[in-house]
């Protein structure tokens, strides 16, 4: 029995003495190694030099069709990328999420310009978020050299992966076995702010994004939270902001629900 993968092997060969009969050779290696490695490095003013050397006419066939085509293209550049940023740093999680994402983004769409877009605007994002946590790990680092940095690491983690509930610093400091007055006094000596600001600030971002990429009410999102009511997180979120819930999301909200939205909400 004829093993399938022979029929790749033919195809393979054809292609490469194909391709040499007609001078025709895909992109640079090198520019696809400094392209990712960029990305990996959190070095956005590089990727866009390397994004301006122009190889559109030597990316391989990979369908007949235009638009399968592009998609297909994307995946790899979405792929690639998002190794890169896994490697530069960035949560694995967050990474396979962006990319789950925009494939899914680019299979519903038959628009080769916004298949494009979508992959592109991806790769740049990966590239934006190794920078931003390298930029985050770099003033972690000028801020303290303690060994108790580990601490903190901890209690950010237990906070992020809490931010759904009511967080004391009793549970926290439970959580990592460490003395409540002490790993308060901690957290503020390398972080330069309370432990409960802190709390405070992450459950707003958490709100902020909500505000902009879901549904949610404005109660609903106060519960989540762990906030003891929409009142006192519409106040804690405009002291931070200087915005009130609905003006936050008036101004970033997406368009195609955020009529629905406020409609509902000024109910």
């Given amino acids: 029995m004829t093993d399938p993968y022979d029929r790749v092997w033919e195809a393979y060969n054809r292609l490469l003495i194909k391709n040499m009969e007609n001078g025709i050779i895909h992109n640079p290696y090198n520019e696809e190694i400094r392209e990712y490695s960029a990305i990996e490095r959190g070095d956005i003013e590089e990727w866009r030099q390397v994004r301006k050397e122009n190889y559109e006419d030597r990316r391989g066939i990979l369908s007949e069709d235009p638009v399968r085509q592009e998609i297909d293209i994307g995946i790899v550049v979405v792929t690639l990328s998002r190794s890169a940023a896994a490697r530069g740093g960035v949560s694995p999680e967050a990474c396979y999420s962006l990319s789950d994402a ?28 190794v920078q931003e946590v390298r930029q985050h790990k770099q003033e972690e680092e000028n801020a303290s050299q303690d060994k108790d940095n580990l601490h903190i690491t901890h209690c950010k983690n237990y906070i992020f992966s809490h931010l759904n509930s009511r967080i004391s610093v009793r549970q926290i400091a439970g959580a990592i076995g460490l003395e409540p007055n002490y790993l308060s006094s901690l957290f503020h000596r390398c972080e330069n702010i309370t432990l409960k600001q802190y709390i405070l600030r992450e459950k707003i971002t958490l709100a902020k994004n909500m505000l902009a990429y879901s549904t949610y009410t404005y109660v609903e999102i106060a519960n989540y939270l762990g906030f003891s009511s929409q009142s006192h997180l519409g106040e804690q979120f405009r002291r931070i902001t200087g915005m009130t819930m609905r003006q936050y999301r008036e101004r970033y909200g997406k368009e195609d629900f955020l009529h629905d939205v406020v409609t509902q909400e000024a109910q």
């Fill in 102 to 129: 925009t494939i899914q983004a680019m299979e519903k769409s038959t628009d080769v310009a916004v298949i494009k877009h979508l992959y592109r605007t991806t790769e740049m994002r990966y590239c934006l978020m």
